[in-house]
C-alpha cells in the first residue's frame, strides 16, 4: 500500500503521494518538515551513503504545479538512470546543497481575468470574462522516497524532532493565509512537548547563509529631480535623466548593484502606474532587494516625513518599510546634522524605519567612500550582516 507522511512543524501538513511501477515504494513529501528530517529518512535509506536525486517528474493541478523529486540509494542508480539528475542548476526551481533541499517557489502567472467555459451545445470551448475572480498558479515540490524493503516503517524520535524544530520568520513574500506569529507558534509546541525545556528558536534565514554578489536597490520618493540625482551620485555619471522607470548597473566593492529610479510618488496615483512599477521591480534581478526613500534634507519636518512615508507605502505596501532606508539628501550645502533636528522627527524616524536613515551628497562629485558606505548599510539592513549576502526568498527543508 501507498502511505504519506504526515508531520507538523506548525504550518506544514504534508499531504502529496506520488508513486508509478518502476518504485517499489514512494512516500511523498511536500511543504517543510523538521530541519533534521531529512538526515533521519535518508540514512536508513542510503545505508549512510550520499543520496541521489533526480526529476522525476511535473503534475499539473488548476491551480498549482507540483515538481517531484526522487531520491534513492547510490546502488539503485541503473534502475532510475532514465530520470535525469538534478542539477544545482541557479535558474532551477529545487535544489539539493549542503544538505538541504532548496525550493524557489514563485506564482508561474499573474491574476486571471478570464476561464475556459466549455459550451457543450456548441461542442467548443470559449474565454469567458470574470467579473472579480482572481487566483494565481503556485507550484509545490515533492520529495518522492524510494525505499527498498516495503514492509520497512520510517519511525522517528520525537524529542529529536522537537530538538530540531524551529520557527521561520515571515519573509517579504506574499502568503494565502495570514502568518503565524511567534507567540502563536509556540502554544501547539508546548502542547505537543510539554517537558520540553528549552524554547522555540527562530530559524536563521537561508539569505543569511550563501555569499552573493547582487542587490537591488530601488530609489522612491515626491521628487523626481532628487531620485534622478541620487541614483546619478551612486552611478557616478549621469545616467538618469528625468523621472521615470529606469535602471542601471554599478559594481562597488566587488558587488553587482542595480539600481532602479522609480517616478515621482505624483505619477504613481493610478492602479495600473503601480502595478507597471511593481512589474518592473520584480523583473529586474537580483533578489535581494532594498528600498532608499529619498527625501531632502533642506527644511526637513515631521509632516513631510510622514506625508512621504504614506505615499510610499500606498504604492509599495507597508511591509517593504522593513527593508527601508531613508535618505536626506543634500546638494551644494554644509551636511546636514539629522541627530540635532527636532524630536518629532526623530520620533517618527523611529517609528517608520527603526532610525535607518542617512544624509547623503546627490552630487556625482560624492567621495567613493560615501557611496560605499551607504551600500555597506543597506546590505546590513536587509540581511543582518555586514557580509554580502543573498537573499534567494526561497524556502528551506534540512
Not at 499573474?110 to 475572480?133: F, S
Amino acid at each position: 500500500s501507498h502511505q504519506v507522511l504526515v508531520f507538523c512543524p506548525l504550518s506544514a501538513f504534508l499531504h502529496r503521494i506520488s508513486c508509478c511501477s518502476d518504485l517499489d515504494c514512494l512516500w511523498g513529501i511536500s511543504a517543510q518538515p523538521p530541519s533534521c528530517f531529512l538526515s533521519l529518512i535518508f540514512g536508513p535509506i542510503c545505508s549512510g551513503a550520499e543520496p541521489v536525486m533526480r526529476v522525476y517528474e511535473t503534475v499539473l493541478y488548476k491551480q498549482e504545479v507540483m515538481y517531484v523529486v526522487l531520491v534513492h540509494s547510490p546502488k539503485f542508480d541503473k534502475k532510475f538512470s532514465k530520470y535525469p539528475l538534478l542539477k544545482d542548476d541557479p535558474n532551477a526551481v529545487c535544489v539539493y546543497r549542503d544538505g538541504r533541499f532548496i525550493w524557489r517557489s514563485e506564482a508561474m502567472c499573474e491574476t486571471h481575468w478570464y476561464e475556459l467555459n466549455i459550451r457543450e451545445d456548441r461542442n467548443q470551448m470559449e474565454a469567458r470574462r470574470l467579473p472579480n475572480h482572481q487566483f494565481y498558479v503556485w507550484d509545490h515540490v515533492t520529495v518522492a522516497l524510494h525505499v527498498e524493503n516495503t514492509e520497512k516503517v520510517l519511525k522517528f524520535d520525537v524529542n529529536k524532532l522537537r530538538q530540531n524544530l524551529k520557527y521561520c520568520e515571515e519573509d517579504n513574500v506574499t502568503y494565502r493565509n495570514d502568518y503565524t506569529d511567534l507567540d502563536v507558534a509556540k502554544g501547539p509546541v508546548s502542547t505537543l512537548w510539554p517537558e520540553s525545556p528549552g524554547p522555540l528558536e527562530v530559524e536563521r534565514s537561508l539569505q543569511l547563509s550563501y555569499p552573493v554578489t547582487g542587490l537591488k536597490v530601488v530609489l522612491a520618493g515626491s521628487s523626481g529631480e532628487e531620485t534622478c540625482s541620487t541614483g546619478n551620485a551612486i552611478l557616478r555619471e549621469s545616467s538618469f535623466k528625468v523621472s521615470g522607470l529606469d535602471s542601471r548597473k554599478v559594481t562597488v566593492d566587488n558587488l553587482v548593484v542595480n539600481i532602479i529610479n522609480t517616478p515621482a510618488f505624483s505619477e504613481l496615483q493610478e492602479t495600473e502606474e503601480k502595478k507597471e512599477t511593481l512589474d518592473y521591480i520584480r523583473l529586474r534581478g537580483p533578489e535581494l532587494q532594498a528600498f532608499l526613500l529619498v527625501i531632502k534634507a533642506q527644511n526637513i519636518t515631521a509632516t513631510e516625513i510622514r506625508r512621504a512615508v504614506k505615499h510610499f507605502e500606498g504604492i509599495f505596501q507597508k511591509k517593504a518599510l522593513r527593508r527601508t532606508m531613508i535618505l536626506f539628501t543634500y546638494k551644494d550645502q554644509t551636511e546636514p546634522d539629522i541627530k540635532n533636528m527636532p524630536r518629532k522627527v526623530q520620533k517618527i524616524l523611529s517609528e517608520k524605519v527603526g532610525n535607518r536613515y542617512r544624509v547623503f551628497n546627490s552630487t556625482e562629485q560624492v567621495e567613493v567612500e560615501q557611496v560605499s558606505d551607504l551600500l555597506k548599510e543597506v546590505k546590513k539592513m536587509v540581511t543582518g550582516s555586514d557580509e554580502i549576502l543573498q537573499d534567494f526568498t526561497q524556502l528551506q527543508i534540512k
